[in-house]
T-cell receptor
Framework: EPEVTQTPSHQVTQMGQEVILRCVPI?????FYWYRQILGQKVEFLVS????????KSEIFDDQFSVERPDGSNFTLKIRSTKLEDSAMYFC??????????????FGPGTRLTVL | AQKVTQAQTEISVVEKEDVTLDCVYE???????LFWYKQPPSGELVFLIRRNSFDEQNEISGRYSWNFQKSTSSFNFTITASQVVDSAVYFCALSGASTGTASKLTFGTGTRLQVTL
């Protein structure tokens, strides 16, 4: 069964460093998302991406964040200068192209980012 | 703005008991979709069900059932004869219906279910 994959599973970095989180969405999906979950808290939307551009972004997704689809399979989230408060689990999700919002979003296993 | 409220932070039951997880939502959209996801201790998010706003039929899938009531803006989830493997955090989520664009999910704060022997 096709699934969303994410690498690495755990990333430890120093404050101020740049990190790139990678995702491979399900191959026939056209909508891509990043969410984050601070430990013990709810899952929060960061950004959605369709047709090679950002569809929507949340207040959390400030200038330190960027997303890219560098090739036909990868979808990346870059944090330019990490802060302590960026420590969280980051989930990538993808969904098919269907009319309306009835798209099930399938989530990857997550990347746990720890900023020291 | 959309909002999902899961008032139950944590529920603890003994195996074989039935348990209902509550979800109340707010939205101005006339068409919207509701979801339940399971997050086991391993951390991944597992899709359980999607309901659309114009279909209020209850749904049953094995030991799981969902009760959608538009009049009270609720989408509750019942596990019958709970098992230890049901122990997880369960999230209710909501999305609007946007044609041709990605629809973000708004999650509730989750309910941690602990099933013991």
């Amino acid at each position: 069964e096709p699934e969303v994959t994410q690498t690495p599973s755990h990333q430890v970095t120093q404050m101020g460093q740049e990190v790139i989180l990678r995702c491979v969405p399900i191959s026939n999906h056209l909508y891509f998302y990043w969410y984050r979950q601070i430990l013990g808290q709810k899952v929060e939307f960061l950004v959605s991406f369709y047709n090679n551009e950002i569809s929507e972004k949340s207040e959390i997704f400030d200038d330190q964040f960027s997303v890219e689809r560098p090739d036909g399979s990868n979808f990346t989230l870059k944090i330019r200068s990490t802060k302590l408060e960026d420590s969280a689990m980051y989930f990538c999700a993808s969904s098919e192209r269907v009319a309306g919002g009835r798209n099930e979003q399938f989530f990857g296993p997550g990347t746990r980012l720890t900023v020291l | 703005a959309q909002k999902v409220t899961q008032a139950q932070t944590e529920i603890s039951v003994v195996e074989k008991e039935d348990v209902t997880l509550d979800c109340v939502y707010e939205t101005r959209d006339t068409t919207y979709y509701l979801f339940w996801y399971k997050q086991p201790p391993s951390g991944e998010l597992v899709f359980l069900i999607r309901r659309n706003s114009f279909d209020e039929q209850n749904e049953i899938s094995g030991r799981y059932s969902w009760n959608f009531q538009k009049s009270t803006s609720s989408f509750n989830f019942t596990i019958t004869a709970s098992q230890v493997v049901d122990s997880a955090v369960y999230f209710c989520a909501l999305s609007g219906a946007s044609t041709g664009t990605a629809s973000k999910l708004t999650f509730g704060t989750g309910t941690r279910l602990q099933v013991t022997l």
